[in-house]
């Protein structure tokens, strides 16, 4: 019966973990969409719904305390719970990135300025696919697909140093751009963040799999 009903619980964590994972990969889409087309209303949403992430956090840190305290999980339900205390965190993490990077947009004055920096939407493109596949190793309990979506974050800090490069190009071209490259750096550094974060996530589904991180055994 006991755990007939720590399953139940371990179930429910679950459904809200869910829940947060497509709230931050709608966040971050949301926050391409608003980017490229200048949308101040969706961007404000964006803001607005980063309340909705942090609540589902707490509700899946609070049932994650109760597995521990009350169910007292052993071996790899332990492991399980831990990884998904560990998963919300970075989630979250992404998600405040998600707002920041609207609050840039809301700042912005010029209505097609993202057609002067090529590779920042490529980061955000490289953004997307490496929090949906991370996730998808994490929910799939997949080593080897969370191995091959940290490979992707080279790729996230070489489109960085290009990004750089352009805005070196843009103030020198025009001095007055000054207050608008550092805002594009911003956003740009931003979307790295969140590819930093994918790679904790891949390395706590190794934890979740193998007890380890980074050949060093946790449990």
């Known amino acids: 019966m006991l755990r007939s009903q720590f399953h139940i619980e371990l179930n429910n964590m679950h459904v809200e973990l869910d829940k947060m994972c497509h709230l931050v990969i709608e966040a971050i889409d949301r926050c391409v969409e608003a980017f490229q087309n200048h949308d101040l209303e969706l961007a404000q949403e964006i803001i607005r719904n980063d309340k ?4 589902v956090e707490r509700s899946v840190e609070s049932k994650c305390l109760s597995l521990i305290l009350k169910q007292q999980p052993v071996a790899s339900d332990l492991r399980d719970v831990s990884t998904a205390l560990k998963v919300v965190t970075d989630l979250e993490r992404i998600g405040d990135q998600s707002a920041d990077i609207a609050e840039l947009i ?3 004055d010029e209505k097609d300025s993202y057609l002067m920096i090529e590779h920042i939407p490529s980061m955000a493109r490289v953004a997307i696919e490496m929090v ?4 998808s190793a994490f929910h799939e309990h997949d080593i ?6 940290k490979k992707h974050d080279r790729e996230m800090d070489q489109l960085f140093e290009e990004v750089k490069l352009e805005l070196v190009q843009i103030v020198k071209e025009n001095k007055d751009h000054v207050d608008l490259a550092i805002q594009f750096l911003m956003i740009a ?5 969140i590819g930093d974060h994918v ?3 891949c390395e706590w589904v ?3 799999q193998t007890g380890k991180v980074n050949d060093t055994r946790l449990i």
Do not use: P
Not at 132 to 135: E, Q, V
Not at 144 to 149: F, G, H, L, T, Y
Not at 189 to 193: L, N, Q, T
């Open 189 to 193: 550094k931003y979307f790295e963040r």
């Open 52 to 55: 909705a992430i942090n609540d």
């Open 206 to 208: 190794e934890f979740n």
């Open 144 to 149: 080897q697909k969370a191995n091959e979506v």
């Open 106 to 108: 809301l700042e912005m």
């Open 132 to 135: 949906t596949s991370a996730l």
């Open 199 to 201: 790679v904790n996530i």
